[in-house]
Every structure is written in structure tokens, then in C-alpha cells.
């Protein structure tokens, strides 16, 4: 496949080539907090995933980059993807051109690395004849300018949740201290027979992007934690990403008084858009998300299907997995986050 760009290789090592693919990610308003250069060094430090962000350079000015990473996996099978535990990717480039030949550098090294598929989590379509997933939505919203506007913009049912919340005394508190989100977030995808990302994993976020990461709690009345979520900001937007409850959780509204002060600590610090992130379609975290008023975007996940006949399924909703989320949900706690993290680093 012939193409006029050079297409380059960031070096994680490259200070000022990772400070100039930064530089364009903040300046570009279709880049994504996932298309940061530091995610890089956390793939390839957390999951040990051979990582390939390709962009095109010129003049000291970069025109368009594509983060990609190597997923190999006997259980979950051989794939470059941009980017594994991301909800965005894909392209972003000043122009077609540019967005095409990186795209067409990516099926090359898809093709050099062998691998059963190629796939690029997009916003919007790009390719109409590649295949694509439509089982996930993105929820955005707009944050508007006061705290009782934004209230009010909430359903009333779920108004009333927020008030059971504050009526039961919860409490929020800011920090960035893993140990009480990371036992509420363990537990909770335990429950849900899904494996834990690791401890070290938030680590490794919170050392690379450092105030882009947040971690806010509620507690009950008594002092005991009860719901706490791992955000991400970017630009002048909030992304929840990250979250976890205590079983006590649902009956204390802590969930929704949650994201409600997530919400009005956003609009206080006068943030423009609240990315309440993905959901499969028809799942309860999708139900939840549009009672609070929030309107659902599909996402355009396309592929090159180099070695498979069909996109690959590898989510809780696929049936060929029903067996093992009912022998993991009766692991222990201490062995389900120990064994974990060497699976779910292979599902990206």
C-alpha cells in the first residue's frame, strides 16, 4: 500500500516528541483523554503489551497520530487495537490524507504482526464497508452553568434518589488514596463475575496523569465507605471511568448522590461536559444512565477481519462466558483479585 506521509513511532523515552503528541491531543477537539502519549507507559508497564503510537510529524508539528497495542491472548485471541481498556480511539488527524495513511500503516503492521484483527474504537463511522460493533453507547452531556440547573435538568425520580442521599447524611470526600475505592471497586465487579483490574493499575494512572485523576467516596453517616468512583479530566470535561458500591450501597441512594456530587463539584469548577462513559445497550449501567437524563450515542467500533469470520465477542453479555462468571463469582475475594489482573490484561 503506497502513502506520501512519513508515519513515526513514539518513543516513550522521547520527552519532547511525547510532549508534541500531547500537545496535539489538547489542541485537537476530536482527541480523547484515551489518546494521551502517557498511555503508553501504562500499557506497556501494567499489561507488558507491545504498544505501537504512530503519528505523522512535519516541521515540528504533528498533523495526526493513531495509539495502537498488541493484545495476544490464547483465551481471548491475537489482536492490535486502539486502545485496549480505553472507550475511544481510533485516528485523529488534521486532515484525510493524513487519517488514511495512518490508518493504512496500521493495517500493514496489523498484517506484520499477524494477527486475527485489527480494531479502532472510533466515535463516528469512517469505514461504511469494514464491520462494526453496535452493542456499545458513550453518555455526554453538556454541564450546565448552576448547581440548581443542573439539578433540575436530573428526572425527577432520580432527583429524589439524589435527595434520599443527602437525607441519609452521605458525605464525599476527594482524594487520591486507592485503598477504600479499590476494595469497593473489587467487590463490586466480583459480584458481577467479572475480573479486577489490579491495584498497581490505579497506581500507575494516578503517577502518570497525577491531577487529571481523581477518586471521590461517599460514606455513610457513620464513616463507613460506601460508593466511590475513579474519574478522569480532560479539557473542561469529567470522565467517570472507574467505580465500585458496597451492598449497602442501593438501599442509602449512595450511588446516585455519587454522581450527583460529581456533577455539581464539576459544575462548581466550571467543567462544560460530563462523559458518563460506556455501556452495553440494554444493560442495567445503561438503564441507570438514562434515568439521569442522559441521551445515548452509539459507538462506532470498526475492523479488519484478517484471520476471524465474525467480530469477536469478548464481553460478559456473550453466552460462551455464562459458566465462568458463575464459578468466578463464588471465588474468593483474595484469589479473584490475585488471578484477575493476568486475565483481564489479555481481554483489553
Known sequence: MKRNKE??????????ANKLWDKFVF?????????????????NKVFNHPTYFL????????????????????????????????????????????ATALELAAQELANSLNVDHLEL???????????AQDIYVTFRKSILPTEEENLLA???????????GIKNGLSSLISLNVDDFFKLYSDNVHRHGT?????????????????????????????APLSSVFSFYFRDEVLPYYAGDDVSARELAAN??????????????????????????????FAFKKNWGFEPKPLCYEYC???????????????KYKLLISIWKRLPIPVANTLGPFIVKNLG
Not at 36 to 43: F, L, N, S, Y
Not at 262 to 276: E, P, Q
Open 121 to 131: 474504537r472510533n466515535l463516528d463511522q469512517r469505514h461504511f464497508d469494514w464491520p
Open 195 to 223: 475480573p479486577a483490574m489490579s491495584r498497581n493499575y490505579f497506581l500507575t494512572l494516578i503517577n502518570e496523569f497525577g491531577n487529571d485523576c481523581e477518586i471521590l467516596t461517599i460514606f455513610s453517616n457513620t464513616g
Open 154 to 164: 436530573i428526572p425527577r425520580k432520580q432527583r429524589a434518589m439524589i435527595r434520599k
Open 256 to 285: 446516585d448522590f455519587k454522581y450527583w456530587e460529581l456533577l455539581r463539584r464539576a459544575c462548581a469548577s466550571g467543567l462544560k461536559t460530563f462523559d458518563y462513559g460506556r455501556s452495553k445497550v440494554e444493560t442495567g449501567s
Open 305 to 319: 477481519l484478517y484471520k476471524r469470520d465474525s467480530i469477536p465477542q469478548n464481553n460478559p453479555s456473550n453466552k
Open 27 to 43: 489542541s485537537n477537539l476530536n482527541a480523547t483523554f484515551f489518546h494521551r502519549a502517557g498511555w503508553q507507559r501504562v500499557i
Open 7 to 16: 508515519i513515526k513511532h513514539l518513543q516513550v523515552d522521547d520527552i519532547d
Open 55 to 98: 503519528y505523522v510529524e512535519c516541521s515540528g508539528v504533528v498533523e495526526g497520530i493513531l495509539p495502537l497495542a498488541h493484545v495476544k491472548s490464547i483465551l481471548f485471541g491475537n489482536s492490535l487495537v486502539s486502545l485496549p481498556f480505553a472507550v475511544y480511539g481510533g485516528v485523529v488527524a488534521l486532515n484525510e490524507e493524513t
